[in-house]
């Protein structure tokens, strides 16, 4: 697993760095299947803006949305958020 940046400045300023591009990580998470299917819903939406996005596009636009927040207003956001078990779901 790659070693995270020691704060979110080091992050920052190591995503835009010009002329490099930047190496892609994999990871995986679980969701609910209804956050699940809100993704579908957000691709219909950029097909009727006449821009396709990947599910991996629209996760990173959320992100960065984040990224903007106050701390009161973020830690609100992720306290809307219905809590998910961790771990992989049993088939």
Same mark, same amino acid.
């Given at each position: 697993?790659p070693? !995270?940046?020691?704060?979110?400045?080091?992050?920052?300023?190591?995503?835009g760095k010009a002329?490099?591009?930047?190496k892609p990580?994999r990871?995986?998470f679980?969701?609910?299947?209804?956050?699940?299917?809100?993704?579908?819903?957000l691709k219909? $939406?950029?097909?009727?803006? $006449? $821009?396709p996005a990947? #599910?991996s596009?629209?996760l990173r636009?959320?992100?960065?949305?984040?990224?903007?927040l106050?701390?009161?207003?973020?830690?609100?956001?992720?306290?809307?958020?219905? !809590?998910? #078990?961790a771990?992989r779901? #049993?088939?």
């Amino acid at each position: 697993m790659p070693k !995270p940046p020691k704060s979110t400045a080091d992050a920052a300023s190591t995503a835009g760095k010009a002329g490099k591009p930047e190496k892609p990580v994999r990871d995986s998470f679980t969701m609910p299947a209804a956050d699940f299917a809100l993704v579908a819903v957000l691709k219909g $939406r950029a097909l009727e803006a $006449r $821009r396709p996005a990947k #599910k991996s596009e629209l996760l990173r636009a959320g992100l960065h949305a984040l990224h903007g927040l106050s701390p009161a207003a973020l830690a609100k956001a992720l306290d809307a958020l219905a !809590p998910v #078990k961790a771990g992989r779901p #049993k088939k």
